[in-house]
């Protein structure tokens, strides 16, 4: 079965300081890993993806994340914290060999980040 | 940058009676997903949707439950005899079916059933 693990209900770190929001996933061939953020009373809003190549993906806001294929990990990274970006961020993963190319997304159950001044 | 589009944001319905929740999607986007979030917990796939039919479904959306695109645009998704339990945000999302393109989330629309 298909599933995406975040392990930390919340993540608190001072602006300025690096920031790591883990996810380990759990899929029967490749996958397709997602990164979305979620502000109050707000959508989804994607961040970055891996598809394949290089492990370290960047994507918007200076965010970047660590594909791990051994540790089957995902971890979202930023250098260096801003208070803007307190948010819940969703990992996510879909599995190329299920529901193909158009397949449904699984989600984790979300990391609520908060970063203090 | 275009946005898929969901109204209402906000639906108070009593228990029993049939919501229709709706969205419009990004233009050239041919593959279309509700998803819904309980309060405090993850989102949860719901339906996908492709050339008019029904691509794949979870065990949540059961009978009480449709989706269509009736006239091209809007996509819908009907909740024929809401319960206690469909109070959730419910979120629309778009894509173009190629599995290394991100799909894009709507706002949602928060269901409220009383």
């Known amino acids: 079965a298909q599933s995406v693990a975040q392990p930390e209900d919340q993540v608190n770190v001072a602006e300025g300081n690096p920031l790591t929001v883990k996810c380990t996933y759990s899929v029967s061939g490749n996958p397709y890993l997602f990164w979305y953020v979620q502000y109050p009373n707000r959508g989804l809003q994607f961040l970055l993806k891996y598809i394949t190549g290089d492990n370290l993906v960047k994507g918007s806001y200076g965010f970047e994340a660590e594909f791990n294929k051994s540790q089957t990990s995902f971890h979202l990274k930023k250098p260096s914290a801003l208070v803007s970006d307190s948010a819940l961020y969703f990992c996510?993963?879909?599995?190329?060999?299920?529901?193909?190319?158009?397949?449904?997304?699984?989600f984790g159950k979300g990391t609520k980040l908060s970063v203090k001044p | 940058e275009p946005e898929v589009t969901q109204t209402p944001s906000h639906q108070v319905t009593q228990m029993g009676q049939e919501v229709i929740l709706r969205c419009v999607p990004i233009s050239n986007h041919l593959y279309f997903y509700w998803y819904r979030q309980i309060l405090g917990q993850k989102v949860e796939f719901l339906v996908s949707?492709?050339?008019?039919?029904?691509?794949?479904k979870s065990e949540i959306f059961d009978d009480q439950f449709s989706v269509e695109r009736p006239d091209g645009s809007n996509f819908t998704l009907k909740i024929r005899s809401t319960k206690l339990e469909d109070s959730a945000m419910y979120f629309c999302a778009t894509g173009t079916g190629t599995g290394n393109q991100p799909q894009h989330f709507g706002d949602g629309t928060r269901l409220s059933i009383l």
């Open positions: 949707f492709y050339n008019n039919e029904i691509s794949e």
């Open positions: 996510a993963v879909r599995d190329v060999n299920y529901g193909g190319s158009q397949g449904n997304l699984i």
